[in-house]
């Protein structure tokens, strides 16, 4: 029962990488606190960024590991968290085109630093340029070891991230987006949805602000021609008054939500 408990509550924070890419990588300035930001960033709602044949491919993530968990009700067990590590991956591209490496305080590279400490933040990187045989979805499947003092290993699998691979051999930077639409509901407690309309495929950039100006999350989305959807999860922001934007070249669209939870 206490394995199980656990496996629920370490769900968010279970993350790292390995592999023999060369590129270094740097974790995420925004995230310090391995209290209140513990997990992976980004998280499985904003995914990894897409990939398009002939170009080169990067997507940093940034691994917050807490200090200590615990096993839940009824009786809230504490345990200190001493590492986790990654022991396998699979659904990168078959042509290994595109690979994976790791970055923790003692340096860079595969396996060892493909380990991360109970109260730290380290980050990965995917690089690579995608070729012609890696078109389509590749979800990715992450197996991971999380050792705590006191119960020992708890293993577990992560789901949820995917890398899309394109056709297109070059990123249109303008998609000529038209409307930006409010999300809905809003003010909105769980998912709250936005709309767009693009005439062209290409890569915007959205961003969401709080009331003085720090970006809070931001990452690019493939942008198809017609309608598009953005999700929101409240359970990403604290309550209180943001403003998103959709930006591609020079142009940008700005819309105010709130988050009241």
């Not at 809905?184 to 767009?196: A, L, V």
């Not at 931001?218 to 959807?229: C, H, L, P, S």
């Not at 409240?234 to 700005?254: P, V």
Request: aromatic residues 12%; proline residues 7%.
């Amino acid at each position: 029962m206490i394995k199980k408990i656990l496996l629920l509550a370490l769900f968010v924070p279970l993350f790292n990488y390995s592999s023999f890419g060369q590129a270094a990588c740097t974790p995420d300035g925004q995230y310090t606190n391995t209290s209140t930001q513990r997990g992976i960033h980004p998280d499985t709602i904003v995914n990894f960024a897409p990939a398009y044949v002939g170009n080169p491919y990067s997507q940093t993530i940034t691994v917050v590991i807490p200090q200590d968990t615990n096993s839940g009700p009824p009786f809230y067990i504490p345990f200190n968290w001493d590492s986790t590590v990654l022991t396998g991956v699979t659904g990168l591209p078959a042509s290994l085109s595109l690979t994976y490496a790791c970055w923790n305080a003692n340096g860079f590279g595969n396996p060892t630093h493909c380990s991360w400490k109970g109260n730290s933040i380290g980050c990965a990187i995917i690089t690579g340029t995608p070729v012609t045989a890696d078109i389509g979805t590749h979800n990715l499947v992450f197996s991971i070891d999380n050792w705590l003092n006191g119960p020992g290993n708890q293993p577990a699998t992560v789901l949820g991230y995917k890398i899309i691979v394109s056709p297109n051999t070059s990123v249109n930077e303008n998609p000529k987006i038209q409307i930006l639409l409010q999300n809905n509901p809003n003010p909105f407690d769980g998912i709250s949805e936005i709309q767009f309309a693009a005439e062209d495929n290409g890569v915007a950039k959205f961003k969401v602000y709080n009331l003085i100006g720090t970006v809070v999350q931001q990452y690019d989305i493939a942008v198809k021609k017609g309608i598009n959807n953005i999700e929101l999860n409240s359970k990403d922001f604290d309550s209180g008054i943001y403003f998103y934007s959709l930006s591609h070249g020079s142009n940008a669209f700005t819309r105010k939500m709130i988050v009241n939870k």
